[in-house]
């Protein structure tokens, strides 16, 4: 196939081409981009009002509230218009951003979950140090060198992403995903980008095995709490987090395992879990577990009645 370096636009994978099933596509994503933005909102309102809330575990799960919007807002309304208008091609500088952006919000929220892991490991671990290690601060400078790295690292896999000569412009999945990408590339894996995905993995599997050893010195440190209420009232500020993590590494694993097979059904489905359920269930897990987390929803909802009333 002729050389598509220079192609202006790409042509993202179609869903169906009958018209009531795009049209029902469309109407799913919005339910899953409403429920996201709905919940992730009501947190970060909830934070930001509730004085009660305006501690450390709460500043990251703020932080986070914001990155799932920033993730699931980089790949669904795209694929939205695509469903509504009919119209499956991205021009290439939208699929570089979107690449870019992407990655940029995967891999804060995932310095910000490995911050939290830190935090709560602090918290019960070495609870009498905690106000000193997990000052203003240290949270800011935590969270904004996650986000430093996780910019120059973006811009590293973007750039080892399209250093490529492709040789088709036809991507095999509902956004610009960096495997499908990969995929269409005349020469394979460039030297950067094996360097860039090797620096991947070490890094992602590095902040795993860190989040794994503060929870096993987490359940170890909570095993010797003499009474069961203080185990559970323990557990439940660790529960939250640690079902977080483990849909977001589950669904990103099977999704990246599975990248160079030949099903794109079933890359397409795994591509829709890790980028559509996180950000949608991460809201309702923080909030369902949490007790501060309701009272708190209760009080701005009151609050909100009470000033409709005056009026």
């Given at each position: 196939m002729d050389n598509l370096t220079s192609t202006s636009?790409?042509?993202?994978?179609?869903?169906?081409?009958?018209?009531?099933?795009q049209i029902l596509c469309f109407f799913g994503f919005l339910a899953f981009y409403l429920t996201a933005l709905i919940g992730n909102?009501?947190?970060i309102t909830v934070v930001a009002v509730d004085s009660h809330l305006h501690t450390p575990m709460y500043y990251f799960l703020f932080d986070l509230a914001m990155l799932d919007i920033g993730s699931i807002s980089v790949v669904v309304p795209k694929a939205?218009?695509?469903?509504?208008?009919?119209?499956?091609?991205?021009?290439?500088?939208?699929?570089?951003?979107q690449v870019f952006f992407y990655i940029f919000f995967a891999a804060s929220g995932y310095s910000v979950l490995t911050i939290m892991a830190h935090d709560r490991y602090v918290a019960i671990c070495h609870p009498l140090h905690y106000e000193r290690t997990m000052h203003k601060g240290a949270c800011l400078q935590m969270v904004a060198i996650g986000l430093i790295a996780s910019l120059i690292y973006a811009a590293l896999h973007t750039?080892?992403?399209?250093?490529?000569?492709?040789?088709?412009?036809?991507?095999?999945?509902?956004?610009?995903?960096?495997?499908?990408l990969i995929k269409l590339s005349c020469s394979g894996l460039s030297l950067m980008e094996t360097g860039v995905l090797i620096l991947s993995?070490?890094?992602a599997f590095g902040c795993?095995?860190?989040i794994i050893r503060s929870y096993v010195q987490v359940f170890a440190a909570v095993l010797r709490i003499p009474s069961s209420q203080g185990q559970k009232k323990a557990l439940s500020t660790c529960v939250p987090h640690l079902t977080v993590v483990t849909v977001f590494v589950a669904s990103a694993a099977l999704a990246y395992t599975r990248s160079t097979a030949d099903s794109s059904d079933l890359?397409?489905?795994?591509?829709?879990?890790?980028?559509?359920i996180p950000p949608t269930l991460n809201p309702f897990i923080y909030s369902v577990r949490n007790k501060e987390v309701k009272i708190a929803?209760?009080?701005v909802l009151h609050v909100k009645i009470s000033y409709k009333n005056r009026f």
């Open positions: 636009s790409f042509l993202l994978l179609e869903f169906s081409d009958m018209r009531e099933l909102f009501l947190i939205m218009a695509m469903s509504l208008k009919n119209d499956r091609s991205i021009t290439y500088a939208g699929c570089v951003a750039s080892g992403t399209f250093v490529n000569t492709f040789c088709s412009n036809i991507i095999n999945q509902f956004f610009c995903e960096v495997p499908q993995f070490s890094i795993l095995i860190f890359d397409t489905v795994l591509a829709m879990i890790y980028t559509l929803f209760r009080n």
